[in-house]
């Protein structure tokens, strides 16, 4: 019989697993027996949480977008002021978080983005996390412009965060969250100076 308050450890160990053999040898030859083997539990572990590969694939990549809110939440929770600009400077900041960009994030967000093409359960997943970005974004922008220009601004904001995340992710050196964020930022920027150009 487990021990009482294993799963949670277990299901972490499986996730962690899954993300570095992913990082090694891609998603295709991530078997459920080498996840196994790295976690330090046997195959069936898997079956039992999971209910196979796609399974731990799907929680894998939940984990990864609680990291990436709970990234977005910290840095708003540290803002000096309550601005717009403030606010998706944080959100452009938790999208290149450590939790983000390292090696077996990077690789198990192209892995995932592949696989929901063709499977349902994480095209949902991806979908909620598309409209997500888009819709905070945009809400923040509409504190700044008018609704037309607000939705503009956030389909580029959004395009800008996932072009540079994905050039970054597929370079041989791996993402610089440095560089790309200040790529966003300095984006920002000029739209904040159009901003005061045109409406104020």
Not at 29 to 58: C, M, N, P, Q, W
Not at 77 to 86: H, Q, T, V
Not at 151 to 179: S, V, Y
């Amino acid at each position: 019989m487990p021990k009482v308050g294993m799963e949670p450890i277990r299901r972490q160990q499986l996730i962690e697993a899954t993300m570095t053999a992913i990082d090694e040898v891609g998603l295709h030859d991530a078997t459920v027996i080498r996840i196994a083997r790295r976690a330090g539990v046997s195959a069936g572990i898997i079956s039992h949480y999971f209910g196979g590969k796609d399974g731990l694939l799907e929680a894998t990549m939940r984990q990864i977008l609680r990291d990436l809110n709970d990234a977005i939440a910290a840095r708003r929770r540290a803002l000096a002021n309550d601005s717009p600009k403030a606010r998706l400077q944080a959100i452009i900041d938790g999208n290149f978080d450590r939790s983000q960009v390292t090696g077996p994030a990077a690789k198990t967000w192209l892995a995932f983005w592949a696989s929901s093409m063709h499977k349902p359960a994480l095209a949902r997943l991806q979908y909620i996390n598309d409209r997500r970005l888009y819709s905070n974004l945009r809400h923040h922008f509409r504190r700044a412009m008018p609704a037309p220009e607000a939705e503009q601004a956030a389909r580029g904001m959004a395009a800008m965060i996932d072009g540079l995340w994905l050039r970054g992710a597929l370079t041989r050196e791996g993402l610089d969250a440095t560089e790309a964020r200040q790529v966003a930022n300095a984006h920002l920027d000029q739209l904040f100076a159009q901003i005061e150009e045109a409406f104020l």
